[in-house]
């Protein structure tokens, strides 16, 4: 009697696999819990073996023989994407999954706006996303869970390749009532001795401290923040000015206080936003068109992503 399973099952198991607990595999792949716990009974139920020991309160860890049919089950999904993939070429559509990372920074700015204008023009193509950190992102793409990666080129890798779409120069976000908040421009000279809120993030941090080694001076780090919409309030609120590459979608914090954002002077490098993908991943077709839509949708509103409203 043949063996009767699914691809979608085997996308449950990996994904219980990577995740260790059905709560977590349910949210990765956005399905509900009884649905992937269903799924993976009905692959032990069918391959006749046990794939996962069950902790109560604790997760799922694969048994030996789970472990080898995961790697197995990876393969497959992998050649179901080429032979999808393939489908599509031949048949002139463009179809199928694409998971999409973005740097936690400006995701909330981009990713939406541009998978709209693709899903639109595309509807067969099923996108997610991701929001992460720079080396978070480089161990997502590393371990295929993420196709491509919309971010910056801060320390990137030899093993991901990336395709830069827009320059961004940095811009100093200030409170409206702060001492330099007149200013159409600053340098890092007048900075250095207020308070700095510091967005600090892994490689970013690095970034915005560079503008003052290259000058001999140590800013006045005042706040921490890993979080863009924390920062943006504090720096509302008088606690400091902080640097970014991109300018948010209105002048407001989220706590509704206004927010300057002025030019800083000097040359500073600016950052380029683009796609991040592995050189050891073969571009599709679907690949190659979500690429250069998103070129297209960012260089049009490239304006709006790297302006600086009421500096001038």
Same mark, same amino acid.
């Given at each position: 009697?043949? &063996?009767?399973?699914?691809?979608?099952?085997?996308?449950?198991?990996?994904?219980?696999? +990577?995740?260790? %607990?059905?709560?977590?595999?349910?949210?990765?792949?956005?399905?509900?819990?009884?649905?992937? %716990?269903?799924?993976?009974?009905?692959?032990?139920?069918?391959?006749? &073996?046990?794939?996962?020991?069950? !902790?109560?309160?604790?997760?799922?860890?694969? $048994?030996?023989?789970?472990?080898?049919?995961?790697?197995?089950?990876?393969?497959?999904?992998?050649?179901?994407?080429?032979?999808?993939?393939?489908?599509? +070429?031949?048949?002139? %559509?463009?179809?199928?999954?694409?998971?999409?990372?973005?740097? %936690? $920074?400006?995701?909330?700015?981009?990713?939406?706006?541009?998978?709209?204008?693709?899903?639109?023009?595309?509807?067969?193509?099923?996108? =997610?996303?991701?929001?992460?950190?720079?080396?978070?992102?480089?161990?997502?793409?590393?371990?295929?869970?993420?196709?491509?990666?919309?971010?910056?080129?801060?320390?990137?890798?030899?093993?991901?390749?990336?395709? #830069?779409?827009?320059?961004?120069? /940095?811009?100093?976000?200030?409170? +409206?009532?702060?001492?330099?908040?007149?200013?159409?421009?600053?340098?890092?000279?007048?900075?250095?001795?207020?308070?700095?809120?510091?967005?600090?993030? /892994?490689?970013?941090?690095?970034?915005?401290?560079?503008?003052?080694?290259?000058?001999?001076?140590? /800013?006045?780090?005042?706040?921490?923040?890993?979080?863009?919409?924390?920062?943006?309030?504090?720096?509302?609120?008088?606690?400091?000015?902080?640097?970014?590459?991109?300018?948010?979608?209105?002048?407001?914090? #989220?706590?509704?206080?206004?927010?300057?954002?002025?030019?800083?002077?000097?040359? #500073?490098?600016?950052?380029?936003?683009?796609?991040?993908?592995? $050189?050891?991943? +073969?571009? =599709?077709?679907?690949?190659?068109?979500?690429?250069?839509?998103?070129?297209?949708?960012?260089?049009? !509103?490239?304006?709006?992503?790297?302006?600086?409203?009421?500096?001038?």
């Amino acid at each position: 009697m043949p &063996i009767r399973y699914t691809l979608r099952q085997l996308e449950y198991l990996v994904a219980v696999g +990577e995740a260790g %607990s059905i709560v977590a595999a349910a949210q990765q792949v956005n399905v509900s819990p009884p649905s992937i %716990s269903a799924g993976v009974s009905h692959l032990e139920e069918e391959l006749g &073996i046990q794939l996962f020991v069950r !902790h109560h309160a604790q997760g799922l860890t694969p $048994t030996l023989a789970g472990r080898k049919l995961l790697d197995h089950a990876q393969m497959v999904l992998r050649q179901a994407a080429v032979l999808r993939d393939l489908a599509g +070429e031949l048949s002139g %559509s463009i179809r199928g999954p694409l998971a999409i990372g973005g740097l %936690s $920074t400006f995701a909330q700015v981009v990713l939406p706006g541009l998978r709209r204008s693709f899903v639109d023009i595309h509807p067969e193509v099923r996108i =997610s996303q991701i929001e992460a950190d720079q080396p978070e992102l480089f161990s997502l793409l590393r371990q295929a869970k993420i196709d491509v990666a919309l971010t910056y080129d801060l320390d990137l890798p030899s093993d991901l390749k990336f395709f #830069p779409m827009l320059e961004l120069p /940095p811009l100093v976000a200030i409170s +409206e009532d702060h001492p330099l908040g007149h200013l159409a421009e600053v340098s890092v000279q007048e900075l250095a001795p207020h308070p700095m809120v510091l967005l600090d993030l /892994p490689l970013s941090a690095d970034y915005f401290l560079s503008f003052y080694a290259k000058e001999d001076l140590r /800013p006045n780090i005042a706040e921490r923040t890993r979080d863009m919409a924390v920062m943006r309030s504090l720096v509302a609120n008088g606690f400091g000015y902080s640097i970014v590459n991109i300018r948010p979608l209105n002048d407001l914090a #989220p706590d509704g206080r206004p927010l300057r954002f002025i030019r800083l002077t000097g040359n #500073p490098r600016p950052m380029r936003m683009g796609m991040l993908m592995s $050189t050891a991943v +073969e571009r =599709s077709q679907l690949h190659k068109t979500f690429l250069n839509s998103a070129d297209s949708w960012i260089k049009e !509103h490239s304006a709006r992503l790297s302006g600086a409203p009421g500096a001038v």
